[in-house]
């Protein structure tokens, strides 16, 4: 059985997402579960990423960091801090 099965089979309608790497897996998964129904929540300050090259440039992991949560928060998640989501209880 796929995990999307599981989750529907016993209600999970909502995942929450922290990680590494935030360039990689936590992108794929968000943007998965967003396509497969789920609301998704992000913690950004529990992931990370780390320095990228490209076409002989460095991109800095703060930026690629910043780049990623604001792109998945513009659609696919609810960024938040931990601070911000335990605060939520």
Known sequence: ?????????????????????????????????????MNCTL?????????????GRTVAAQDVQTAFLAALSFFYATVKTTDAFLKEG
């Open 43 to 55: 913690i950004g300050d529990a992931c990370a990423t780390k320095d990228l090259e490209f076409m």
């Open 1 to 37: 059985t796929k995990l999307i099965d599981d989750l529907w089979a016993v209600y999970v309608k909502e995942i929450v997402v922290c990680g590494m790497m935030t360039h990689m897996c936590v992108d794929a998964t968000v943007r998965a579960g967003k396509d497969l129904g």
